[in-house]
């Protein structure tokens, strides 16, 4: 609280950057952790409340004759301006803001002043709610291939690794250690995924700091150990997701890649991902586009081609669609921040809320059994224009301006509710299909066995004969079944039974019709309505690299 300079500010106006509407007149409030706007009315009154670790910038603008303008960018594409009365007022807000949004020390984040109020036991089962062993065990691991080593214990070799690692079992103490020395941040390959069904693995390490000609007996020891915990592999890939100029110039670092002369069968494979100052650069032009407020169409393509964000996104997808996408509880949380360890006894994990409110994450278009009725999904990357589109409402849902508003939830909800509908349907159908060539085969019995009992009884077969005489009739209805429904054989019943079903389904089939589905009235549906810690590589390229032994 003693970085807060001004608490509280009246009068102050939020405006909607992208509608001519009147801007909205509330109070700020400046807390230890949240930037909060307080609209003024009698009725309930609307609260908008920003994280401070969500704001990833803030800019004061030129004092005008209304007040001081504050616009607050934020880092999922929500964007505030401000109107404070008070130019004083505003420099307060706008110094207090600048350091809240970027703590010097970890005890300054939002996580150690949240408080639940939970006890002991329900603290400690959100920690342990997502264990790191469970998830190497469902994997198969360990295994003849690949076993759990302690040289991390205490953090002794590298402090961005968890105490406990999966290597594989060739590789001993001495080959571990030789290779974290060789690697940025001594960050040695240990594995991230194994597929139990064919062996094949995905490891992750750093860079290595091979320099021009530098090279190490223990990484290259290490690297054919990955290569032979898959016995049907004959080599392994070493996927960089930089750009191959930018791990070149980082040899003049000291760093690099692997020389491919030291290591036997390995091949290369760069992805192109731009470093992490292009892609901000990148992004805000992108926002910037979203941000005009009147642009013709040509001017808006221009903008969104020249920013480069599509090209930023297909390099990743490429990049994922190449390797595999990981966990991120297993492989962000566990190699590289040690929250488990460092701030368990201090801080609550935010996994036990997920959980308790998974409905809300689930999507609702995933099927489990999609791999096995409809094959692996593989998404097409060739670079056609319309297989990468702009999300207005994703770049775009905070600005109450834009119309259309559709709720990508509500959208989603209802398309799998329509398809829902429409398997039912089907089913209905099947089984409608099915009954009725089941009474056809009937039929066909029933009319075969009546015309072998006629020419039994000397009867005429011909599709116009009648029965001339009573005892005629009598005799030809003997030939007929002589019960009632519910006296009858199982076909007998199911062909009533079917035909009862058809009755009383047909005005439901016609009831769920696209209308009712809600999927037609989406167009016009309106929804209601960090800061954080630069790493110690934050200014320099990625220097994670996997291997992939398939």
């Not at 909060?36 to 670790?53: C, D, P, Q, Y």
């Not at 701030?343 to 809300?360: F, G, P, V």
């Not at 409608?432 to 009546?450: E, P, W």
Request: contains cysteine.
């Amino acid at each position: 609280m003693e970085h807060i300079r001004m608490p509280k500010v009246e009068n102050v106006r939020l405006l909607d950057r992208l509608s001519s509407r009147k801007a909205t007149l509330g109070t700020l409030y400046l807390t230890a952790t949240h930037v909060i706007f307080v609209e003024n009315g009698s009725e309930a009154r609307k609260e908008t409340w920003v994280l401070h670790s969500q704001i990833s910038s803030i800019e004061k603008q030129a004092t005008t004759a209304t007040g001081c303008p504050l616009l607050i960018r934020c880092k999922n594409f929500q964007v505030i301006q401000l109107v404070i009365p008070q130019e004083r007022d505003c420099h307060d807000i706008y110094i207090s803001l600048i350091r809240l949004t970027r703590p010097v020390k970890y005890e300054e984040l939002y996580c150690f002043s949240f408080n639940p109020k939970l006890d002991k036991e329900e603290r400690e089962q959100g920690w342990k709610l997502v264990d790191l062993n469970e998830e190497y065990n469902r994997m198969g691991i360990p295994n003849n291939y690949w076993q759990i080593s302690d040289v991390n214990r205490d953090y002794g070799v590298c402090d961005s690794y968890p105490t406990e690692v999966y290597v594989p079992k060739s590789a001993t103490a001495h080959i571990i250690v030789g290779s974290s020395k060789f690697r940025s941040r001594r960050r040695f390959p240990a594995l991230s995924y194994y597929c139990k069904d064919n062996n094949a693995s995905i490891c992750r390490s750093s860079q290595p700091l091979s320099g021009f000609s530098a090279r190490c007996l223990e990484d290259e020891q290490m690297l054919q150990a990955i290569r032979k915990a898959n016995p049907g592999s004959d080599f392994i890939y070493v996927v960089d997701t930089r750009p191959k100029l930018n791990a070149m110039a980082n040899r003049a670092a000291g760093k690099g890649y692997e020389n491919e002369d030291n290591y036997s069968n390995i091949k290369f494979q760069f992805i192109g991902i731009e470093n992490i100052h292009v892609m901000r650069n990148s992004l805000q032009k992108m926002l910037e586009v979203c941000e005009l407020k009147s642009p013709s169409m040509s001017d808006f393509l221009w903008g969104l081609e020249n920013s480069g964000w599509l090209k930023h996104i297909k390099a990743i997808m490429d990049a994922g669609i190449f390797i595999a996408k990981v966990l991120i509880e297993k492989d962000w949380v566990s190699f590289g921040h040690k929250f488990s360890h460092r701030i368990q006894e201090r801080t609550y994990s935010l996994w036990a809320h997920l959980w308790k409110n998974r409905a809300d994450y689930l999507n609702p278009l995933y099927r489990p059994d999609h791999s096995k009725t409809q094959g692996t999904l593989c998404p097409q990357m060739a670079p056609c224009n319309f297989l990468y589109k702009f999300w207005s409402g994703m770049y775009n849902r905070f600005e109450k301006g834009l119309h259309p508003r559709q709720s990508v939830t509500d959208y989603l909800m209802a398309v799998k509710e329509e398809t829902q509908q429409l398997e039912e349907e089907l089913e209905v159908l099947g089984e409608r299909l099915a009954n009725l060539q089941k009474s056809q085969l009937n039929d066909n019995k029933f009319k075969s066995k009546h015309q072998d009992q006629s020419k039994n009884l000397g009867l005429s077969t011909s599709s116009n004969s009648i029965a001339n005489t009573p005892q005629e009739y009598s005799n030809d209805l003997k030939s007929f079944p002589s019960r009632s429904p519910s006296q009858g054989d199982e076909e007998d019943s199911a062909l009533i039974l079917t035909q009862d079903n058809l009755k009383s389904s047909d005005p439901d089939l016609s009831a769920n019709s696209d209308q009712e589905s809600g999927v037609e009235d989406l167009s016009c549906r309106s929804p209601s309505g960090g800061g954080c810690l630069p790493s110690e590589d934050s200014g320099k390229d990625s220097d994670e690299a996997v291997f992939l032994a398939v």
